[in-house]
């Protein structure tokens, strides 16, 4: 019996001893390079437990990597600090973030002509803008080395003169997008702003467009756009239509086009033509292709961070914003698994790496994880859907929706063969019902001059 007793006590001091050695290697790493960020205050007792359990249950070290991944994010909105060196720790064995495919591999971050830093600056210095805006911290990501700039190409052709970029005069339109936090001008700049108010997104002289941001709970971020207003002017010509079950659309007879994101959060997309209107101001910037003088504020002063040029445009007295977190580990790294389709250097993304700077999709989309919609049973959800010519009512009277020209959304309709009735039902054109000066009418119906009857 005594013997027996020895054996558990034996145990129970080894598994003990083993705890503790984890507790002291977790401790170690966060106090002394964590401890300190005052983003992280008293919560880095939580992320102890975290790291301890992690790498107890496995004992292997590469497992406690994403407890300190996320602790160094969140410092890094703090400014530059002491956790900048943690991955240069002896006994650290992280290393450099790898991004990871579908299948599960790790790819590198950073294309061959940058490098990877934990506190890099929140918008790079680029050919055409050699000093853009700061955010009051830093963040993580794949940055030129220092003395390098980023070049960006878009469709148009570019001279290089003085170490500024001479553009030719055939420009693009320009589209702005409100994801939530994030959002990103008429012009390319890219920023995060996490607000609590009513803000004006576009204003130009004869109309404005205006738009709701709230903190949420059951989104996947942590904020959501909730409402998009349009004020006009005395003219107000308008298409609007539903394109899918996902987006409604709206063109103006000046040019503006509107995508308003439905499901599964709401998102707005505002597109200008080109050379047109160089005088629009508020969170979508100053369309005129110089991302330079984007934060031009209400009052006409160009402000240096996002923080101040979004609260100017603020409609009333609203509560100070708050930066975004990934308040879940666990919710991370479902976000990298699902988004990782994004970066597969052999996926159906693949083709368009040379194109588009994927990076920032996978930065937005490991923040505001979205989910597949479900369709009803009689639509099928389609990529590319086109609303021209897909209602019942589109045999009756001419289609308007096939006058707008716009980017590609996805959604549910109506499979092809099939049209959409008036109650929103996929059906034949053969029992599509008719339509008259916008009313509905029964299928059967006789028309009569002046008048109509049902036939009997």
């Known amino acids: 019996m ?3 007793l020895l054996l558990i006590s034996c145990a129970l001091i080894t598994v003990a001893s083993y705890a503790v050695s984890c507790f002291q290697y977790c401790h170690g790493i966060i106090s002394k390079y964590f401890k300190s960020c005052k983003n992280i205050g ?9 790291c301890t359990e992690e790498y107890c249950k496995t004992g292997n070290e590469m497992d406690v990597c994403s407890t300190f991944l996320e602790l160094a994010r969140r410092c890094s909105s703090g400014g530059s600090g002491p956790f900048e060196a943690w991955r240069r720790d002896p006994d650290v064995v992280c290393g450099m973030p790898c991004l990871v495919d579908h299948r599960g591999e790790d790819i590198p ?4 002509s940058e490098i990877y830093r934990d506190c890099g600056p929140s918008n790079q210095a680029t050919c055409s803008y050699m000093s853009p805006y700061q955010d009051t ?3 993580s990501g794949c940055v030129c080395p220092e003395g390098n700039r980023q070049y960006s190409e878009s469709f148009n052709d570019f001279t290089c003169q003085d170490a500024k970029w001479a ?11 409100v994801e939530g936090p994030f959002i990103t ?7 995060t702003y996490a607000g609590d108010c009513h803000f004006v997104a576009i204003q130009h002289k004869d109309w404005s467009l205006s738009v709701e941001l709230r903190h949420c709970h059951n989104g996947p971020a942590e904020t959501c756009l909730k409402s998009v207003t349009l004020a006009l002017g005395l003219v107000n010509t308008i298409i609007i239509f539903k394109r899918s079950s996902s987006y409604i659309e709206a063109e103006l007879y000046y040019g503006l086009k509107i995508q308003i994101q439905l499901v599964p959060t709401m998102q707005l997309y505002a597109t200008l033509p080109a050379k047109k209107y160089a005088s629009t101001r508020g969170l979508c910037g100053s369309f005129n292709n110089k991302a330079e003088d984007d934060f031009i504020s209400s009052q006409n002063i160009l ?11 603020e409609i009333m007295t609203c509560p100070k914003a708050r930066h975004p977190s990934c308040a879940s580990i666990e919710k991370e790294k479902l976000a990298k698994e699902k988004c990782a389709i994004l970066t597969d250097p052999n996926g159906v993304f693949a083709a368009g790496h040379f194109t588009v700077d994927y990076r920032s ?3 937005v989309r490991n923040n505001s994880l979205q989910l597949k919609q479900n369709c009803e049973e009689d639509k099928v959800f389609q990529y590319n859907i086109k609303a021209c010519n897909t209602s019942c009512r589109s045999f009756s009277e001419k289609d308007l929706s096939c006058d707008v020209e716009d980017s590609p959304v996805d959604g549910c309709n109506c499979p092809e063969g099939l049209y959409k009735n008036s109650k929103g039902v996929c059906v034949n054109q053969d029992i599509c019902d008719c339509y008259v000066d916008d009313k509905c009418l029964p299928k059967r119906t006789v028309l009569l001059p002046q008048s109509y009857r049902p036939q009997t």
């Open 361 to 363: 999709y996978y930065e």
């Open 303 to 313: 402000e240096v961070t996002p923080e101040a040029f979004a609260r100017s445009w």
């Open 167 to 177: 553009c030719t005069e055939s420009l693009c339109p320009g589209r702005c997008a």
């Open 42 to 50: 008293d919560q880095y007792h939580e992320y102890e437990r975290l």
């Open 137 to 139: 911290g830093c963040v």
């Open 2 to 4: 005594q013997y027996k």
């Open 109 to 112: 971050t950073c294309p061959e």
């Open 185 to 191: 001008t008429f012009d390319g700049t890219s920023y």
